[in-house]
């Protein structure tokens, strides 16, 4: 009978720390000054899976924080956490240096892996020490139904709330992030081609600012990495799309580069793109 209680109070432990966990990192998105540019990455809506993961992980937290040792709150977090770890292993294998899960703390994929991996751990912990009784048994699926449905209004109010005020979700990730002029994508993953190919892509720069903002060029090194159609100058509450060219080292692997649009906007000299590509050998 101790032990069960002492394996109860860890599980409930194990839950209270997963849902700070959420809530934690919900709240340093939601405070960030630079709009994490790399959370969900290049992933086909991956605007949008930003701009509504802030209040999705703020329900889930408090979910498990107020609702100890019920099985829906569990097997949710379960679910959203092997997610996450998914989509960090992808980033580790793209070369993604940073993931934003944290707002502006520094986390690369690597680190984000590790708490995402501790959690499913604790969460499977809290599982497993659930007392086999009413709360085990009964009402799931009515909780992870009525969970679904406010979400669901959640999510649709929320994202109905940008595009009215914004327009697009990366105008609005711009804006809640306190930033004035914004590029986005942040980062891209040219993906896989022969070794030495030169790859294309288009980024569109946003002026959220009161002003006549101008692009006055890009970085061009050794890295090969170059940018093109500037200098342009973009009105306030505009936006301009700029070419983005990558040059992919002779030898096959991983290249990540960093990249800077330099502006004549006081408060955002520079713009920073991460770059990132898979060299392969050419068949024969």
Known sequence: MIMERKLRFLGTLAAFTVGGILVGAAVFKAISTSAPRNLFGD??????LKV?????????????ILSVNK???????????????AVNVRDIS?????????????????SALAIDGTALALLALSYLTLRRGETFRTGTRV??????????????????????????????????????????????DFGTAATSDILQRIVTVHNLSAGPVTLLGGSADCSCVTTTDMPVTIPPGESRSIGIALKLPPTAGNTRREAYLWTDHPAHKSLVLELSGRAVLPEE
Do not use: Y
């Open 71 to 85: 099985r829906a709150p569990l097997l949710v977090a379960l679910v959203t956490f092997a997610g996450f770890t």
């Open 43 to 48: 992933l086909p809506g991956g605007a949008w």
């Open 52 to 64: 509504v993961s802030i209040p999705f992980e703020l329900a889930l937290g408090g979910w498990l």
């Open 143 to 188: 909780e992870l139904l009525s969970f679904a449905a406010s979400q669901a209004v959640i999510v649709a109010g929320w994202t109905a709330l940008v595009a009215a005020s914004f327009g697009s979700s990366e105008v609005a990730l711009a804006s809640l992030g306190g930033d004035e002029v914004a590029v986005r994508p942040g980062q891209i």
């Open 94 to 110: 793209h070369g993604v240096a940073k993931c934003g899960c944290f707002g502006d703390l520094p986390m690369t994929p690597w």
